[in-house]
């Protein structure tokens, strides 16, 4: 397995870019239907809690993060049906917005569901099997290792140039 500091790092890019694929989606005008920006929001956000939470236990089985990923996703979710007015406030904010948004929906828990079982499969597919292949190299020659190779040593003799 690559080392956890290397992980982490890969782990901090991926979130550092994701957030900033939300926050482009989300403000930048570009043009898309309001259903595919917060939809795509919603997406990206779960695919953020997924990668938050890999970056705090990077060593952790993939399907252990993602359901962590995925009870901290649906207890924001449904931390929204909390009504008080100091949160009601905040979730005018643009802060609140982007952490706690303003309003429950079901769909957003289906797409968060989504989200962070794509980014599951994605962390498993770079991870490494052994220690040695990663899993673009698996499939090419299982138990290669154990291969006993030794040719033979090259016998070249030195022969006068002929130029004739």
């Known amino acids: 397995m ?3 500091r290397s992980r982490r790092l890969r782990l901090f890019a991926a979130v550092l870019a994701v957030i ?3 926050l482009g ?14 939809y795509a929001g919603s997406v990206l956000w ?4 997924y990668g938050l939470i890999a970056l705090a236990r990077p ?9 962590i990923a995925l009870i ?9 049906l909390v009504r008080t007015p100091e949160l009601d406030a905040f979730r005018l904010t643009l802060a609140g917005q982007l952490l ?9 828990v289906a797409a968060y569901a989504v989200a962070i079982g794509l980014a599951a499969v994605l962390d498993r597919s770079t991870r490494r099997l052994d220690g040695r292949r990663n899993v673009a190299d698996a499939p090419a020659m299982p138990g ?16 006068p140039a002929d130029f004739s």
């Open 2 to 4: 690559p080392s956890l």
């Open 144 to 159: 290669a290792g154990e291969i006993d190779f030794e040719p033979p040593r090259a016998k070249i003799a030195r022969r």
């Open 46 to 49: 779960g695919a953020m809690v």
């Open 25 to 38: 989606v989300r403000y930048l005008p570009l043009g898309l239907p309001k259903e595919v920006v917060k």
């Open 100 to 108: 706690l948004g303003r309003v429950f929906s079901p769909w957003n």
């Open 20 to 22: 900033a694929a939300g």
């Open 59 to 67: 060593a952790a089985p993939v399907a252990r993060l993602a359901a």
């Open 72 to 80: 901290v996703a649906v207890l924001v979710e449904l931390f929204r």
